[in-house]
């Protein structure tokens, strides 16, 4: 009996399937192929190293030229999936052969952790994926996650001249890292977030099934809008809500500098004021950056530039300014009118009358270097402060501040509504913007030094406890996560920066959704260690349970086959 359960016990721990490939590659594209069906196709969308458009591909979008150079790590292989049934196999074939996973839709990244990492990986490239379908009935549209801003913009232009949708002014930005990660642009005061108009949404999951709204559930859905796609799964397209646009809106541009007027630092300090309370269908941002000066050619001094976008016409917008900002001084002759869609172009800093159709130009293997770091500001700097900080700006000499202006409909909306939880308390949001044209290794310490120190001067200012950050404007400086056994610790650091009181339950929803941590990044949403070794523990307990039932029954059987030999040779 002995001699007959130890190697039936050895078969039952055998693996199911053993492989031993030849190369990652080939065993990828055998997988891929089987699991599509696809063999002839799977050829063009897969692209090893030693594929001569490779480089290219892999170039395409990236947009910071800090992580486009010889020593920067590359995936071993790319895929760009022209079909959704290809994500699908993507995801199975990565998983079954252990390697890393990395999802680009847009290449808008500005610390390159969709494309680059320090193990082996694969990119999911996802830029064929962009039909746009628009509903004018339901005043809908479904957009697939790689599809720029700038196509979407422009489809919906082309059915209707009334309806638009509140995303970023940048037209090359891809639409999946866009509203996965909350999406903002100049209409957020008078109609929210991107994300506050996701009707619906499609996603391939860890075992590669698509789901959508109704079979991924509440808690996945609240968690893809503002909480980043890539740490949940691969976002497949979304269904947006569009909104109305009137047929006439205004935009200006001021400038004003330190060494020119002395009311720059009122102007800055009423701007706190007035940008996040007027009313909601003005939006002004303000740029503050360190300039030569005119009068003191040797010298820098600060300039400031307001660009605002009003629902509403010239006449409508002088008088609200006359009223709420007069230092501004605006008048009619410094507004310009012009359709919403004619407003995007001029957004994107093309000259006024431009067509339209450039909103469609991708423009690939375009990029500068650059650091970018966030802040929110939920009290107005004082003008001491304000003059302190033009001081440490001039000095450090490069990096720009960009006041983005909340209020209106975002204090309308809780903070838990959705995964992105900087709302209401908010005055407004600061980007850090670092831009430099020449590559080498002290430049860039120089240059990132010099908004690190920024940042670091900024801190009386800004929100505390957490210092908030904007998911969409990605900093490794606040914390990076290597999976490990530390990875719920090292996920905290940043996760409660970028998501305040939401961060436990996006840990809640990827512990469930994603208990192995398959999607995962070095600002992935880690999962719950205590939850996931309670499960563990669970599933070994009912393995060795159900192991023991087995063997018991495989006993009783062998008992009763030994029984009948005897039998058998009794009678015999």
């Given at each position: 009996m002995q001699a007959l359960m130890i190697p039936l016990f050895f078969v039952l721990l055998l693996p199911l399937h053993v492989s031993a490939p030849d190369s990652v590659y080939e065993t990828f594209v055998q997988c891929l192929s089987n699991q599509t069906n696809q063999s002839d196709q799977v050829s063009n969308i897969v692209y090893s190293q030693t594929n001569p458009s490779y480089t290219t591909?892999?170039?395409?979008?990236?947009?910071?030229?800090?992580?486009?150079?010889?020593?920067?790590?590359?995936?071993?292989?790319?895929?760009?999936?022209?079909?959704?049934s290809h994500v699908q196999?993507?995801?199975?074939?990565?998983?079954?052969?252990?390697?890393?996973?990395?999802?680009?839709?847009?290449?808008?990244?500005?610390?390159?952790?969709?494309?680059?990492?320090?193990?082996?990986f694969?990119?999911?490239?996802?830029?064929?994926?962009?039909?746009?379908?628009?509903?004018?009935?339901?005043?809908?549209?479904?957009?697939e996650s790689g599809a720029t801003l700038g196509e979407l913009y422009y489809r919906i232009w082309e059915k209707s001249k009334v309806l638009g949708f509140p995303a970023s002014i940048c037209p090359t930005v891809g639409v999946g890292g866009h509203l996965s990660g909350g999406g903002y642009g100049n209409m957020l005061r008078k109609h929210g977030l991107s994300v506050d108009h996701v009707l619906d949404a499609k996603l391939v999951d860890v075992n590669g099934k698509i789901l959508d709204k109704e079979s991924m559930g509440e808690d996945l859905f609240w968690a893809i809008r503002g909480g980043g796609g890539a740490s949940f799964g691969v976002?497949?397209?979304?269904?947006?809500?569009?909104?109305?646009?009137?047929?006439?809106?205004?935009?200006?541009r001021i400038e004003r500098s330190l060494d020119e007027e002395e009311n720059v630092t009122d102007i800055v300090y009423k701007w706190q004021q007035v940008a996040p309370t007027t009313d909601d269908n003005l939006w002004m941002r303000m740029l503050i950056q360190p300039v030569s000066s005119k009068v003191n050619k040797e010298e820098k001094t600060i300039r400031i530039s307001i660009l605002t976008m009003f629902l509403g016409n010239a006449e409508e917008l002088v008088a609200l300014l006359g009223k709420d900002f007069p230092e501004l001084g605006l008048k009619k002759d410094g507004v310009m009118e012009m359709s919403w869609i004619e407003s995007v172009v001029w957004?994107?800093?093309?000259?006024?009358?431009?067509?339209?159709?450039?909103?469609?130009?991708?423009?690939?293997?375009?990029?500068?270097?650059?650091?970018?770091?966030?802040?929110?500001?939920?009290?107005?700097?004082?003008?001491?402060?304000?003059?302190?900080?033009?001081?440490?700006?001039?000095?450090?000499?490069?990096?720009?501040?960009?006041?983005?202006?909340?209020?209106?409909?975002?204090?309308?909306?809780?903070?838990?509504a959705t995964a992105f939880p900087h709302r209401a308390g908010n005055l407004f949001k600061i980007q850090y913007s670092m831009n430099w044209d020449e590559e080498g290794i002290e430049l860039e310490r120089n240059y990132t030094a010099q908004i690190r120190r920024l940042y670091s001067y900024m801190t009386p200012f800004v929100s505390k406890n957490p210092r908030s950050a904007f998911l969409n404007y990605r900093d490794l400086d606040i914390g990076i996560n290597n999976n490990d056994k530390n990875s719920y610790e090292e996920g905290e650091v940043y996760g409660v920066k970028y998501f305040n009181d939401n961060f436990h339950r996006l840990v809640k929803v990827k512990t469930a959704v994603d208990p192995h941590n398959?999607?995962?990044?070095?600002?992935?949403?880690?999962?719950?260690?205590?939850?996931?070794?309670?499960v563990t523990r669970l599933l070994l307990l009912t393995s060795i349970l159900s192991l023991e039932k087995l063997m018991g029954g495989l006993m009783y059987l062998l008992l009763v086959w030994d029984l009948q030999l005897q039998r058998m040779n009794f009678w015999s």
């Open positions: 591909v892999l170039r395409a979008y990236i947009r910071n030229s800090r992580f486009n150079t010889s020593t920067t790590p590359k995936p071993t292989i790319i895929v760009t999936p022209t079909q959704e196999a993507t995801v199975i074939c990565t998983k079954n052969i252990g390697i890393q996973l990395k999802i680009r839709s847009g290449g808008h990244d500005f610390e390159g952790i969709s494309y680059i990492s320090d193990v082996p694969i990119i999911l490239d996802m830029f064929n994926l962009r039909s746009i379908t628009i509903n004018l009935q339901e005043q809908t549209a479904w957009v976002i497949l397209s979304y269904k947006i809500k569009l909104i109305p646009v009137p047929e006439t809106v205004s935009v200006f957004w994107a800093n093309y000259d006024n009358g431009t067509s339209p159709s450039v909103l469609l130009d991708r423009n690939p293997d375009s990029a500068n270097f650059l650091k970018r770091k966030s802040d929110y500001v939920q009290t107005p700097i004082s003008k001491d402060g304000l003059e302190w900080l033009w001081k440490r700006m001039i000095e450090l000499g490069k990096t720009g501040l960009v006041f983005n202006p909340y209020g209106g409909k975002m204090n309308e909306i809780p903070a838990s398959f999607f995962r990044n070095e600002q992935s949403i880690p999962t719950n260690p205590r939850v996931h070794s309670g």
